[in-house]
């Protein structure tokens, strides 16, 4: 049991797009500290939050999708786990981590599969010997999609990262960008005669067959951008996942006692289009919706919250106004600090919340504290203010 576990881990690690996965992590990590702080000269969170905070979200998905590819017995050709890193290589190469999706990668997979030895004299994989191969990967396609709804429903959003761009008008407004992405280890099963190593390599058999396991990275990712209210997206994205899981769930009964590779490629290509289709109208909507994050005239709206920061402890949300500090209205970074002067040691706010319904909280004050509460705001001057801390 345990020379499998490690075997499984080995193969895991000897995988190049795990690292590509790590550099692309630290990328993205690395733009996102470097917009916030062109927007507040500070940043929310440190680069290690896209690593931290990603790991055990992935490994609890992981271990629960290697639950049901195990009991389910899903068996994997290794090409088509070559075709799948091949895949995801070529879609990380554009930068959007929102068609790192398996409706997307799978459909490259079914191109390669199907479509290309038509065209091409030359295939690694002989379909005829794997009848019910079409079944297992729509099988796998859903298992995915289903995971990345959710993560993209309970993890998605604790990496939001508040910016600043140029409006229509010219005018600064506030926006919220999340850019994620998961490295799941996921447990497959592939031929016995797959490889040919060293050293003993655990099988198991399913009938007649010899079976091998492998623990694969299988990269999901999203990306969406906000200038309203980006909890509304994540309930959007995640019915359109599950809707997407249903469907495929459902295809890989019908490939089960019908398995044609071209009613397999269509399938997935109708998955694929419906999603896509799904991605345009939920941005087409986000532009065509007033913009929330903008200059007020009598109130200060707060883009974003530090982490531990008085305005976080007082429990000061996004997209909320400040309207009142120690009795003092407020309209931007620079009244907001001279009302904090009136009392720098304790400080009493009136807040009002995204209904327009006022409350009032408080709080002391420490030294080497932020400043300005660590709230982040919409500026209204050309000119980058000092730091938010």
Known sequence: MVETILTAFASFFLNPIVYIGFITLFIIAHWRVKQERSSFHTRVYARRADFLLSTIPSIVTGVLVSIVTIAAGVVLPTDILVAITLA????????????????????????YLVVFPQFIEFTFLEIGEQPYLYAAIMFSVAVLLFSQGILVKKDGRKLISPQLKKGKRGRFIGVHKINRLWIVPVVFFIPESAFVLSWPWPTFSIGSELIQPVLFPILLGFKQQSHNHLETRFYHYTRVYLLLAGIAAVSTMILLYFPNEWLFVSILGFIALLHAISQMTIRNKEK?????????????????????????????????????????????????????????????????????????VQGPLYSGEHYQLGVLLVRKQEKLSNSII
């Open 88 to 111: 995801t290589l070529l879609l990380l190469l554009t930068g959007q981590m929102h068609w790192l999706t398996p409706t997307y990668v799978f459909f490259l997979v079914a191109l």
């Open 288 to 360: 065509k919706d007033t913009v929330f994050f903008t200059e007020e005239e009598e109130s200060c709206r707060v883009v974003g919250v530090l982490p531990n920061s008085p305005a976080d402890k007082m429990k000061i949300l996004l997209g909320e106004q400040i309207s009142k500090v120690n009795g003092q209205t407020v309209h931007d970074e620079m009244t907001l600090y001279q009302a904090l002067q009136k009392n720098p040691v304790y400080c009493k706010i009136e807040v009002k919340d995204k209904n327009g319904e006022k409350r009032f």
